[in-house]
C-alpha cells in the first residue's frame, strides 16, 4: 500500500519548503482560504507564487487548498443552499485552475458546532455532505476532495461520516488537540494510546476506532502529528504533573524546535515518556507541556502501517525548522 505523508504548510512558512521538504512529503495542505461573502477567499494565501518553485523539485507532489481553519466562519450560510453550495464550488475550481491545484481540503471546525464562535446550526449535519458533493461534482473524480475531521465523538455525531467518507478521497482526523484549550486537567493532546488514569480516553488509536466504526474506511484514514505544544501551569507536583487540575487550559505551546532548543531538558523542565500513551511531555514542577517527538511521531507511522491505514499529516511546517519531526516521519513511512 502506498502511504501518504501530508503536511499543512501556512502562508506564511510556504517560503520556507526546500527541495528535500518537497521530496520527503506527498501532498501539501496550503492553510488557508476563507469563506467570505460565500465564495472561496484567497486573500491570506500570499505566496503561491512558490507553488511552481515547489513543484518542480517534485513533480509528484501534489497540492491541496484547504479552507478554513480554527475560527473561520461562513461555511453554516453558505451551506444552507444548493445554489450558494454550488456558487462557493464553483470558486472553488476557478483557484483550483488557476493555480493547477490537485484539490480542495473543507477544514470547518466544526459543523453544528459554535466553539469557535463562528455561524453555525442543527442543519449543518446535513448540510456539510451536500457541501462535499457540490465540491466533487464541481472538481470532478480526479481531483483530491478531503477533510479535516476534528478528533473526537463530537464530529461524528455532527456529520454523516458514512455518506462523507463516500465523497471524500480521504479523512485527516485531528489527532492533536485531544486536550486543548478547553480542558483544565493536564493530559497529553496527541498521544498514541490512552493512559490509565487518562479520563478522557483521547487518542489515536480511539480516535481511529470511532472513525471505523462510522463508516470510515480504513484505507482513506489518515491520522495526525503535531509539530506544536499544549501547555498546562498552576500544576501540582504529582505524577509529574500528568493528569493533574490545572490553573490554566491547554494554551497552544512553543513548535518543536523551540522546545528542543529551550526546554526538554533544558531551563527546569525534565523529559518523560508515557510508555502506555507512548508520548513524551515535560514538567518542570508546576508546567506540564505535551507534544510529539521523534520517538512518537515514528511509533504513529508504524501504527498506521499495521492498521492498514492511509498516511499521516501534520500541523504544522512552520513549527519544526529543524525538520526533525519530518525527517523521522520520512524515515520511517519509507522502511520496508
Same mark, same amino acid.
Given at each position: ?22 521530496? +520527503?512529503?506527498?501532498?501539501?495542505? /496550503?492553510? %488557508?482560504?476563507?469563506?467570505? =461573502? !460565500?465564495?472561496?477567499?484567497? #486573500? ?10 515547489? +513543484?518542480?523539485?517534485?513533480?509528484? /507532489?501534489? %497540492?491541496?487548498?484547504?479552507? =478554513? !481553519?480554527?475560527?473561520?466562519? #461562513? ?10 453550495? +454550488? ?250
Amino acid at each position: 500500500m502506498h502511504h501518504y505523508i501530508l503536511g499543512y504548510v501556512t502562508n506564511r512558512a510556504l517560503p520556507s519548503v526546500t527541495e528535500e521538504d518537497a521530496q +520527503r512529503l506527498t501532498h501539501i495542505n /496550503l492553510a %488557508f482560504g476563507k469563506v467570505a =461573502g !460565500g465564495l472561496l477567499d484567497m #486573500g491570506e494565501m500570499t505566496h503561491m507564487n512558490h507553488i511552481a518553485r515547489i +513543484r518542480a523539485y517534485n513533480p509528484r /507532489l501534489q %497540492f491541496v487548498l484547504s479552507v =478554513g !481553519g480554527w475560527g473561520a466562519g #461562513g461555511f453554516s450560510l453558505m451551506a444552507r443552499a444548493d445554489a450558494s453550495r +454550488r456558487a462557493f464550488a464553483a470558486s472553488c475550481l476557478r483557484e483550483v485552475e488557476k493555480w493547477s491545484l490537485d484539490g480542495i481540503d473543507i477544514d470547518w471546525e466544526y459543523p453544528c458546532d459554535g466553539s469557535a464562535g463562528i455561524d453555525h446550526d442543527p442543519s449543518d449535519r446535513e448540510n456539510y455532505t451536500l457541501l462535499l458533493q457540490a465540491l466533487r461534482d464541481a472538481l470532478g473524480k480526479e481531483r483530491i476532495v478531503s477533510i479535516a475531521a476534528g478528533a473526537g465523538n463530537y464530529f461524528i455525531e455532527d456529520t454523516h461520516m458514512d455518506q462523507v467518507a463516500s465523497i471524500c478521497d480521504y479523512v485527516q482526523i485531528m489527532t492533536y488537540d485531544i486536550r486543548s484549550g478547553f480542558h483544565k486537567e493536564s493530559g497529553h493532546h496527541t498521544c498514541l494510546f490512552t493512559s490509565p488514569g487518562d479520563k478522557y480516553n483521547g487518542s489515536v488509536k480511539s480516535c481511529m476506532e470511532a472513525y471505523l466504526c462510522a463508516g470510515v474506511p480504513r484505507e482513506k484514514i489518515v491520522i495526525g502529528a503535531a509539530f506544536y505544544s499544549r501547555r498546562w501551569d498552576g500544576l501540582p507536583p504529582v505524577n509529574h504533573g500528568l493528569f493533574q487540575p490545572a490553573a490554566t487550559t491547554g494554551l497552544y505551546g512553543p513548535g518543536y524546535t523551540t522546545l528542543m532548543n529551550e526546554y526538554i531538558d533544558k531551563n527546569g523542565f525534565t523529559r518523560h515518556w508515557d510508555d502506555d500513551a507512548k508520548a513524551p511531555y515535560l514538567f518542570n514542577g508546576s508546567s506540564l507541556i505535551s507534544y510529539d517527538d521523534p520517538d512518537s511521531v515514528r511509533l504513529k507511522c508504524r501504527f498506521l502501517k499495521e492498521q492498514n491505514l492511509l498516511g499521516i499529516m501534520y500541523w504544522d511546517h512552520g513549527s519544526d525548522p529543524s525538520r526533525r519531526l519530518l525527517t523521522a516521519i520520512h524515515q520511517e513511512m519509507t522502511a520496508p
